[in-house]
């Protein structure tokens, strides 16, 4: 594990980037989409097929990870990729969005955060030294640093306050996780929707200096328009020659919209949750397989693509699955959607590639917008 | 599918039979275990896996099937087989079997039952003509005769009276299903615990002439001795040139002293349901994954195993995807039970070949009595 972790841009197209981050573990080829693994399984799926769908890195979600098995368990049993049979890299949140959202059942100092866990109601703290800690032992390849996700609205004073203190955790994570060959620490941007203080974070965490650098605070609440306002600026604050990480975005245009806004890396538990809700996520917008008119249709979910839900069923059977509540529905949907969402990136990755981004895009929209899939 | 069902024995040992029955979807090698696809699918398994864990058949269930999604509509969609993307051979049952669980909600007359359904309460009435009809519907190899499972216990005059209105069911059935090249019926033998009864029963269904007998009311209660007692001879009562089946048999144990006892075919939910329950079965006996002792255990399940989730995941791993109720969970235990039960009748089959069934099945017993894994 000594090779060192890079990033390459190999391409631009505007403000896109076509790009490789290198890990010890294996390349990942930006704009990449990486699958949620929370609790140490991306739910309804074998690794082995989530790789099958073209994805370079999955993400841990370490609140989950350290209440159950718990890091120091993890640790015993040889780290997170053994324990879930995953070879390739693994970025691990921070822990912090999570316990940021247990309203009532925290507190927060400048230390860090106290709370209770949802699975005993025991209490545990996390800290930025804490939470560097935990992702270490979980041998997360890249680690985040330990910020507050700012709530959206906040106020121009409570959002400053918020990123201030980010900022800070931001020095102490980089202080706590030191020098780890192999492994990668990004830092989080955050300041709302204030450009001011959009560019406060981005000009503490290039102080510190970090491998890769995330957008915080996004995709909270405040809608795309916003969002894309932000993004409009936001990327242009961070490195040139480091990866940038949208977390926890998102719906298939909104990936759109933020790679041409010069976003390189996303997660979302949205293809997954989604599919396992009967909600299948396809180049010519959403179907809903629940609906009973897909209950004697014998056509595939989306016939353009290639995933085995769509290559070996029918609607009906997708239909009837859900209905009975059996869980090769959850398999099958969340296998189309991730395969649908590594379809997206690899379309983007080429576009950029061709310098046809522009073309792609509108593309995109088009289809989403003349097509009613389910309807046809 | 002009090509004939058949039955032909390649080698016995004692009254253990090494066979394979044709049909127009592919041979079955027999001894036989079929998993369970009630609703249309095997739970938590993909049917390439199955395929993959060496099964050749499926059963499916005509009582969930004629509910949901419905047999005329599985036959507007081209069948059970295309349906739910198996292309080997399927055996429906009857629906009898369900129905009569349905204690309060039938009623049994010598034309059939009336019964509600699970699912929306809605009246349905199956005899031996209807359920032919709709196993035809479904596209069914191998269709099952409509009868009564006995209760146990029953005494010899409720037996009687139950056995002979079955026998008398299996010669409508028989009417009713006609001549359909391609596709067999097999008939079911009851009688209970009575010999008599089950000789009575036996000339009955030869005198019909079936495709196949099943051995019914069976694995109802009675436990594995009086089983055994009644497999001591009801096998033998059956046609030498057929293909006999223990319907919903049943624990490893059951299946191999049926083995050698003359049963060629078996089916049971009993890998998949335990599986999704947490109990993995395994050549030294049964493991429950939830037990906390296997917390931090990094060994597979069964060192022996190479069912992918012996291969890829610990104990650790497999009781912590069990107490996360994670989908994959039920995926892999469910994987790792299957190919459990299909290297256990390889196992059979090769020792019925090379004549040492005896052998075989004292080293099962052996290594069942030696071993707990679970505390190794």
Redesign the interface.
Known sequence: MTKLFGYKVAATDGKARRGVVRTARGDIQTPAFMPVGT???V????PENVAATGADILLGNTYHLML??GAE?MA???GLHR???WAGPILTDSGGFQVMSLTGLRKLTEKGVTFKSHVDGSAHFLSPESSMEIQAMLGSDIVMAFDECTPFPASREVSLESMQRSMRWAQRSKDAFGKRPGHALFGIQQGSVFADQREESAAALKGIDFDGYAIGGLAVGEGQEMMFDVLDYAPGMLPEDKPRYLMGVGKPDDIVGAVMRGVDMFDCVLPSRSGRNGQALTRMGAVNIKNARH??D?RPLDPECAC?ACT???R??L???F??N???S???MTWHNLHYYQELMAGLRGAIESGSLSAFAASFHARREKGDLEAL
């Open positions: 609790a140490a399984t739910k309804g799926m074998l159950r098995p368990r015993r049993l040889g324990f879930m049979n209950r004697d014998p085995p070996g069923y029918s009906a059977y239909h009837h699955v209905k009975a059996e869980i090769i959850s398999m099958l």
